[in-house]
C-alpha cells in the first residue's frame, strides 16, 4: 500500500520532527533552584524507548538528518533513521533557552515554573544574559532557511529537534510560501511536514 502522502517528484519537502520524551521525573513539587535543576538535567537525559511509524516519513530514502547540540534531539534521531544515518548536529536547532527566576521558599509543579520562565521571557522580563525572544526568532528564520537550502539541493530536508523551535520554523517557512500537508503538533515525536512546488 502506498502512502497517504507520498513524495511528489516536482515537490520539495521538509519534516519537521519533535524528540522523543525525555527519561527525566516531573512528579512532585519543585523549589527554585530544583527547577533549575530539571532544566538542567531534561538538556542531558536519554529518551524513552518509541517506535516512531508515520506514513509522511520515506524512512528508506533519508541518508541524513539535521538535529540540534543537545542529546534528545541526536539520540532521537538515531532511533528513527538508525544508527547509520548522517546526523547534521547544528547549534541554530537548539530549543529556545529558557531560565527559571528565584522565588525563595515557593514550590511549583514543574510545568508551572517552565510556563511561567516562558512568559516572562517572551515578554522581555527574563533574558538577562540568554539569547532574547527576539534573537531567538531570528535563529527560527536562519533555521528554516538551512532546512530550505537542504531541500532544493536534495527534495527532502528533515529536522529533528524541539516543540517550540519547530513552530516559529513552521511560521517562517510558512511565510515564505511553503504549504503544510501534514500537521503534528508539538507533542513529543510530533511530526510536521510542509511542501513546496519548485520555481520554474
Known amino acids: 500500500m502506498s502512502p497517504a502522502n507520498p513524495i511528489r517528484s516536482s515537490h520539495h519537502r521538509i519534516i519537521l520532527i519533535r524528540h522523543a520524551r525525555p527519561e527525566v521525573s516531573r512528579k512532585g513539587l519543585f523549589s527554585a533552584s530544583a527547577a533549575r535543576q530539571y532544566t538542567s538535567d531534561y538538556d542531558a537525559a536519554s529518551v524513552e524507548q518509541f517506535v516512531l511509524s508515520h506514513e509522511a516519513i520515506p524512512y528508506k530514502e533519508i541518508k541524513k538528518v539535521h538535529c540540534s547540540t543537545l542529546i534528545r534531539s541526536q539520540l532521537t534521531a538515531k532511533a ?57 526568532r531570528q535563529r527560527a528564520k ?42 503534528g503538533g ?10 513546496k512546488e519548485p520555481i520554474a
Open 80 to 136: 528513527i533513521f538508525g544508527p547509520d544515518t548522517n546526523l547534521v548536529i547544528d547549534h541554530t536547532f537548539r530549543e529556545f533557552e529558557r531560565r527559571v527566576f528565584s522565588l525563595p521558599l515557593l514550590k511549583l509543579p514543574i510545568s508551572l515554573w517552565l510556563l511561567a520562565a516562558r512568559i516572562a521571557w517572551f515578554l522581555g522580563f527574563n533574558s538577562s544574559g540568554i539569547e532574547t525572544f527576539r534573537q531567538a
Open 142 to 183: 536562519a533555521a528554516a532557511a538551512l532546512l530550505v537550502n537542504d531541500a532544493e539541493q536534495n527534495q527532502t530536508a528533515v529536522l529533528v529537534a524541539h516543540g517550540l523551535l519547530n513552530f516559529f520554523i513552521r511560521k517562517a517557512l510558512q511565510r515564505m510560501g511553503w504549504k503544510i500537508i501534514e500537521k
Open 186 to 195: 508539538r507533542g513529543y515525536l510530533g511530526v510536521t511536514v510542509l511542501e
